[in-house]
């Protein structure tokens, strides 16, 4: 098992590199004049000294190579570099606004968790019923639903009294506050939702017919003893991959999430960046965004190891 | 994945090379049929396919033209889905929406299979470092969380539709590269594979020729489910203000603009919210389908 370990993480460090390569790449290509970005009308009664002063004091006129070795080897030491226009060093503004991305993305775990599995094993035991039908139609549904538009009809209905009930509050983060994270988390868990059922039924399928699950019904346990004991822990296999793999997914949807709700997080931070060309801030939370579901996917490797032997010899 | 014919009919005659194609394809869409999900799936995808290409014909009324004397009015017999703040339809401008949603889906989806397709055979075929490099690679792209990808690419190249097709290609590539490297895998030591190569068939030849057609299968699901995730893409893309730039309208931009008339005109950002749903579904409906058709065992067990 620790070679294992040792060669997945051996394979995890060029992956790594790649990562940093390409998004260096695409970060150096952006019209990098965050100058302009921000100065807007200002900027051409600017003198050119001025400008040129700025230019060079922000590294922005080094060549690539040059702005490559200096951030490779600030990353190496843990740095990520200021952002151009905020005040703030990058790895400040991840600190802040990665625990409240956290925050939803296991709120929509919890939601996905808590409804994902239980609809799939229904849907396993009432296989080919239309309660079957029923379940895995809705999850196809929310496979297909565009969050953003989920976002607004859940405003649409629960927040305001014009077409709906004014449950909650419609946008906003208040430390400790689980009101304001019941929408968010629910409109991120959604997708998850749905896959989880799909892939839970699946999985408990393939194993009822098993000979252990036989042998287990036929000394006599109870059902559901077997249902969760013995059939529901050998599906968890490809639940827990399934699980590791959309991780970046939820990632992914806290940007529209964060954006509908105006929640403070890595997603709400990375659009303004955008529009206002602060290349260290994107490259910075592209980076850590990447890195973060490397690590859950070797981290999901490693469970799937640890409960599956027969991985760690292939 | 394709399992050879098993003739029902007649076992004893032998069976000729013509016959087998024919039965396979009989039997897939015996199956393709019996499959209502399925059916389901490609009768919204042919709709929609039909609303974008008559979209001239059925469209009631200009989809840019602005009527300053109707904005904003509910769905009824004048305009069925309502108008939006300039008084256009709804209903029209979602018709010729789907126009976009659909070449982008295509086109974006065509890229990301066709890497997928010369990317897996190349590192199934090849295998040792050249597979392991394409493996790293496909794994870095695997990585980088598609979305965040997408809006850094359309601020450094305009959001054409070209840069646009080739950010949703490219983003979408990876799962079609390991599918694919995985089918050739799976049939590259097959007897008619080696005796393709006894006869000295060139390996451009095996390659498209013989483990092409036997892999399809899998990669024609993968696609389908594919457009479904580009249209969705495309579409958070232009709900975030960041998608094509161009007078015609598309899904996801109406969605942002109704977002302003959530608490006054509900229309406005449900029924294209609402499309983009039903295509999407359908999509994934037609790749479940298709799926089952072609792994008779999902459907026997």
Redesign the interface.
Known sequence: MALYILRRLVQVIPTLFGIFTVLFILAYLMPSDPLRAVLGEQYRRLPPEVIEGIREELGLNDSFIERYVQFLGQLLRGDLGRSYILSQDVSEIIAYRFPRTLQLMIGGMFVALIMGIPIGIIAAEKQYTWIDHFLMFISLVGVSMPVFWLALIAQMLLTQSKYGIALFPVAGYEQGSLIHMVLPSLVIGTQLTATLARITRTAMLEVRGQDYIVTARAKGLPYRMVLIGHQLRNALIPIITIIGLNIGGLLGGSIVTETVFNWPGLGRAIVPAIERRDTPVILGILLFGSFLFIIINLITDLIYALVNPRIRYS | MTTAARPTENPVRPVTLQETRISNRRRFWRAFRRNRVAVAGLIIVSLMALGAIFAPVIAPYDPIEPHYTARLQPPGPEFLLGSDELGRDLLSRLLYGARISLVIGFVAQGVAISIGIVLGLIAGWYGGWIDDLIM??T???F???????L???V??FEPSPVSIFLALGLISWPSNVRMMRGQVLSVKDLDYVLSARALGASTPRILFIHILPNAIGPMVVLASLGV?GVI?SE??LS??GLGIQIPTPSW?TM??TG?AY???A?WY??FP??V??LT??GF??LG?GLLDALQPSRNT?
């Open positions: 790293r690679i794994d870095i792209f990585a980088i969380p598609g979305l965040m990808f809006i850094v690419w601020t450094i479904a969705l579409s958070i709900f975030l996801g969605v942002n977002k959530m608490t006054t509900w950002s449900v919210g609402l983009i749903m999407v579904l994934n409906f479940d067990r």
